[in-house]
């Protein structure tokens, strides 16, 4: 499927160059999304802080500072309706709910399932704020 975010913009916060570097590729050629990256949980929570246009967030768990959780709290503190995918490679039951708890919109576990990550962002994209649920 074919996806048109040129419109759109994600923040992707990953401390790993490496993959931040291959969703970077796979974002851009297959979406054309506007991206912005921050390696770290703090420099996630200040480009919030400063930058209005950003659509959606693709936040790792495991950074160095501020975890990807504590990020989560403090962007969705200031943007409660900034739709928000957690990456991890953890796939227990307690990282879902924790998840929840914090007020993200989908988890997705690593490695990355590019489809169904197109999947999720599309249907957070398209969704008005008031009408969004969980979507593991």
């Given at each position: 499927m074919d996806y048109n975010w040129q419109n759109y913009t994600v923040l992707i916060v990953e401390d790993d160059e490496i993959c931040y570097k291959y969703i970077e590729?796979?974002?851009?050629?297959?979406?054309?999304i506007n991206i912005i990256w921050a390696a770290t949980g703090k420099e996630a929570v200040d480009y919030c802080k400063v930058y209005d246009h950003i659509d959606i967030v693709l936040m790792d768990i495991q950074?160095?500072?501020?975890?990807?959780?504590?990020?989560?709290?403090?962007?969705?503190?200031g943007k409660p309706n900034l739709p928000v995918i957690i990456q991890s490679a953890n796939t227990l039951n307690e990282?879902?709910?924790k998840c929840i708890d914090i007020g993200c919109e989908a988890y997705v576990t690593k490695p990355i399932?590019?489809?169904?990550?197109f999947q999720k962002m599309d249907s957070l994209l398209n969704t008005v704020?008031?009408?969004?649920i969980f979507i593991k």
């Amino acid at each position: 499927m074919d996806y048109n975010w040129q419109n759109y913009t994600v923040l992707i916060v990953e401390d790993d160059e490496i993959c931040y570097k291959y969703i970077e590729l796979v974002l851009s050629r297959k979406t054309g999304i506007n991206i912005i990256w921050a390696a770290t949980g703090k420099e996630a929570v200040d480009y919030c802080k400063v930058y209005d246009h950003i659509d959606i967030v693709l936040m790792d768990i495991q950074l160095p500072g501020i975890n990807g959780y504590d990020a989560t709290r403090q962007i969705k503190s200031g943007k409660p309706n900034l739709p928000v995918i957690i990456q991890s490679a953890n796939t227990l039951n307690e990282e879902l709910e924790k998840c929840i708890d914090i007020g993200c919109e989908a988890y997705v576990t690593k490695p990355i399932d590019i489809s169904l990550l197109f999947q999720k962002m599309d249907s957070l994209l398209n969704t008005v704020p008031s009408n969004r649920i969980f979507i593991k």
